[in-house]
Structure formats: structure tokens, C-alpha cells
């Protein structure tokens, strides 16, 4: 039998190779069997909760007592839940950009031509706004205060995101549905600081995410398609 020294050891080692949303989960697993899962339900709320706050108030404006006073409860509850608000924050971020990776790699590696990808891709990137825009504002405007290496735990998901528009766009440029003299990076930075940037303005206009992914759209492949004397090439 395992010392119970060995088997906390493996279990750390463990935590560590997750990310801040699994680990807390992970942390969370004895007490949430314990409950009847009314751990798991709870922690959602939290984070959630802080979402929202962070969202609304910055991370330096906003306080754990402010997350505790949207529930209703103690500020020492939400110790249970996270250690400080530096790690509220990451939880939030990681939570703010787990799904769009796999949600991109499954586009890109779909069928469709490149076009139809890159469209996917785009409505695929706004789409969160209308469920989570909170996770979206947090991870785009208050990651920066995060420690570095947190900092670069949270980043990871937005790096391999920009890999994943990046090779589709690049895919365009091979089978000549886009501009050859497109750059591939500099499109992407333009493609995602476009899309990324309505979470700053999305419900202050009376746009709907259907309209506004669409006029992206639009407007992009418009931009980086092929064109012969001036007239975009028809395929």
C-alpha cells in the first residue's frame, strides 16, 4: 500500500499538469461527492459571479467581497473556492477561453473551402457573446494583471487559437482562394482584433451576433479574396 506522503505527492504533481479551472475542480472532487454535487453547482455560480464583477468593475476596482455580496454570502466562503483574487482572475480567464480552441481546431479540419472555414471560424469566435460575454471582456481586457506565469497558462488557449486561424488563412492563400500577397499573421491579428473588440461595444448597438458575425464575414473574405482586373474572382 501507497504512504499517504506518495499519494499526496502524485496527487500535486497532478493539480499541476491541469489548468486553474480543472485543478480547482480536481480540488473539489472528495466535497463535491460529499454534497451530492452541490460543490460543483456552487463553484459555477462563483466563478460566475466573479465574472461578472471582474467584468464590471476591473480587476483593481473590484474586491472578493464584492463577488461575495452577488451571492449573498460570507467573503470567507469563497475560500472554500480560491485562495485570493489574483486566482478568482485566472479561473475566470481560463474559463473565458476554454472551448474556443477545440471548437476552431474542429472547424479548420472540417470540410468546406478555406472561406467557409475562416466564415465558421469568425461567427464561431463572436457566438460566446451572447452567453458568455463577461468570461469574454475578462479574458480580453484584465489577463494582463495576472502574474506572468499565469499569465502565460491562460495565454496558451489564445496562442494556439491564433495558430488555428492562421492555417486556414494560409491554406487560402495555397489554393489560390486568397490574395497571394495576403499575409497570413497579419490577417489574423486583424481578423481576431476585429472580432475580439466587440465585446467592448456588443449591446450598446442594436445588432445581433447573427448580424454582426455576418457582416465580419463579409467583410474579410471580401478583403482577402482573389481579384482578376478588379473583379473579385468567382469559384
Keep these: ?28 472532487e472528495p466535497r463535491q461527492s460529499q454534497q451530492n454535487g452541490r460543490t460543483h453547482r456552487r463553484f459555477a455560480e462563483i466563478i460566475d459571479a466573479a465574472a461578472r464583477v471582474f467584468a464590471e468593475r476591473g480587476y483593481h476596482g473590484a474586491a472578493t467581497q464584492d463577488i461575495a455580496d ?6 470567507a466562503s469563497l475560500y472554500y473556492y480560491f485562495s485570493s483574487k ?27 473551402t478555406a472561406g467557409e472555414r475562416l466564415a465558421g471560424l469568425i461567427r464561431a469566435h463572436i457566438a460566446p457573446l451572447l452567453d458568455r460575454s463577461d468570461y469574454v471582456k475578462v479574458f480580453l481586457t484584465q489577463r494582463q494583471f495576472l502574474p506572468n506565469e499565469s499569465r502565460r497558462r491562460v495565454g496558451k488557449g489564445s496562442r494556439n487559437l491564433e495558430q488555428i486561424f492562421q492555417g486556414v488563412v494560409r491554406d487560402g492563400i495555397a489554393n489560390r482562394e486568397f490574395r497571394p500577397d495576403a499575409d497570413p499573421r497579419l490577417t489574423t ?17 442594436q445588432l445581433s451576433v447573427e448580424r454582426i458575425g455576418n457582416e465580419f464575414v463579409r467583410l474579410i473574405l471580401s478583403g482577402t479574396a482573389v481579384r482578376e482586373n478588379g473583379v473579385k474572382r468567382r469559384r
Design 70 to 75: 452577488v451571492l449573498g454570502i460570507r467573503q
Design 86 to 112: 489574483e486566482e478568482a482572475l485566472e479561473l475566470v480567464c481560463a474559463h473565458g477561453v476554454e472551448g474556443f480552441v477545440e471548437t476552431g481546431r474542429a472547424i479548420a479540419a472540417g470540410p468546406g
Design 1 to 28: 500500500m501507497k504512504s499517504k506522503s506518495t499519494a499526496s505527492l502524485k496527487a500535486s504533481a497532478r493539480r499541476r499538469g491541469q489548468g486553474p479551472v480543472r485543478r480547482a475542480r480536481a480540488a473539489a
Design 189 to 205: 491579428l486583424a481578423i481576431l482584433g476585429m472580432a475580439n473588440w466587440v465585446s467592448q461595444w456588443y449591446g450598446r448597438e
